[in-house]
């Protein structure tokens, strides 16, 4: 399908281009001097004494898990307003997952109160997302942790270039995990990062990313080492040159590119204020302290307002919308192992919610083109009314 406005699309350029030649040049593939220089470049953007460079952010968030220490009798307090993998991962550990409501449907991400009712006796640790790169409620967060002796893991899939307070999202708890899929911020097609400022979480990364073996490829290839031990289970969660040089080029960019999802979502909030639609995150536009990525901009339909009917008119407007998330407890194989929990503010919200365009590229004739769309499509959306 040729739409109009695509949901995202690549901030990619020469830039990209000559990184990749450089590493093929190179006849050196996978980790090494590209992907410490990105790991290095990584850690210092983010303020973060440590980070390690994966093939994604799920076996991020699984490495991240088992740094943690979680294993089976072990439970994780996550939301459910999210991904598949923020659960799954817990889960690969033999740990199990208990789901949290957010706060409301301005505010995407897990409530503080929710949390703190659902920990108990086997609670080791909570995972948070940043929604949109929105902030989590993260002072009362570390605060409910620490009463508890909990980990903090932070997925931050969607928070590259996002901070609060000054300090960059993904290293305000234990370990923060970053994904750089192809519509993520920062695009590397497969890839992701994990952060921490504690060496113990980060040497085991290291080790469990590369089949726990006391020495890796590179270090043979400069002649550091000429035989290996394997001291764990480990896996290969590695990341290559060709990926890590495309993280920085794109990590060059991310801040003139967020600038742009900020001020094209500034334009969202202000032209569609008045149409009915609930705006999430709205109400922290120029809260001090705040700097969100606006990865994505997701709003709410009015209740009267068959969602099924609006995608298909925005599609025939040529415009291309997604969903953002299918509750991870509604999801079959999680409805299936537990007890379906409730949680009233998700399960509305995810009703309901529907998620618009929006990419650094996208010119102001694009921005106009959806907002009028969106207008367009409420008009012929009513449940029940005449067919659009
Ligand atoms: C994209 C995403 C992931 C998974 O990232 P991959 O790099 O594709 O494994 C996890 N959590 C959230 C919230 C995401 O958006």
Known sequence: MQWRVPLVDL???????????????SHWLTMGGVTQQFEKEFARFVGAEHAVAVSNATVALHLACLAAGLGPGDEVIAPSLTFVA??????????????????????LTLSPQAISALI???????????????????QAILEIAS??????????????????????????GDVGC??????????????GMIVTNR???????????????????????????????????????????????????QLEKLEVN?????????????????????????????????????????CLLPA???????????????????????????????????????LPITETAASREVTLPLFPTMSDEQIEQVMSGVKASLATSLGGGKPA
């Open 304 to 342: 009267e307002i068959e969602r099924t009917r609006f995608i298909d008119a925005m599609r025939s407007e040529g415009i291309q919308t997604s969903i953002h998330y299918p509750p991870v407890h509604q999801l079959t194989y999680y409805e299936k192992k537990y007890s379906p929990p409730r």
């Open 178 to 191: 970053f994904s750089f899929f192809s519509n993520k911020n920062l695009a590397t097609g497969e890839g």
């Open 258 to 298: 967020n600038a742009r999802r900020r001020a094209i979502t500034r334009r969202y909030w202000d032209g569609l204020k008045n149409t009915g639609l609930v705006l999430p995150f709205h109400a922290s536009d120029g809260a001090p302290g705040i700097i969100p990525s606006c990865h994505i901009f997701p």
């Open 11 to 25: 901030a990619y350029g020469d830039e990209e281009k000559q990184a990749v030649l450089k590493v093929l040049d």
């Open 86 to 107: 923020t659960a799954n991962a817990v889960l690969y550990t033999g740990a199990q997952v208990r789901f949290a409501d957010i706060i409301s449907e301005t505010d």
């Open 199 to 249: 060496s113990d979480l980060a040497e085991k990364a290291r080790l469990l990313r590369s089949h726990a073996m006391t020495s890796v490829t590179w270090d043979r290839h400069q002649g550091r080492y000429y035989t290996y031990d394997v001291v764990e289970l480990g896996y290969n969660y590695r990341i290559d040159e060709i990926r890590s040089a495309l993280g920085l080029a």
């Open 147 to 172: 009463q508890h002796g909990l980990a903090v893991i932070e997925d931050a899939a969607h928070a590259a270039g996002a901070w609060l307070d000054g300090k960059h999202l993904g290293v305000w």
């Open 120 to 138: 108990g006796p086997r609670t080791k640790a909570i995972i948070v997302m940043h929604y949109a790169g929105f902030p989590c409620k993260m």
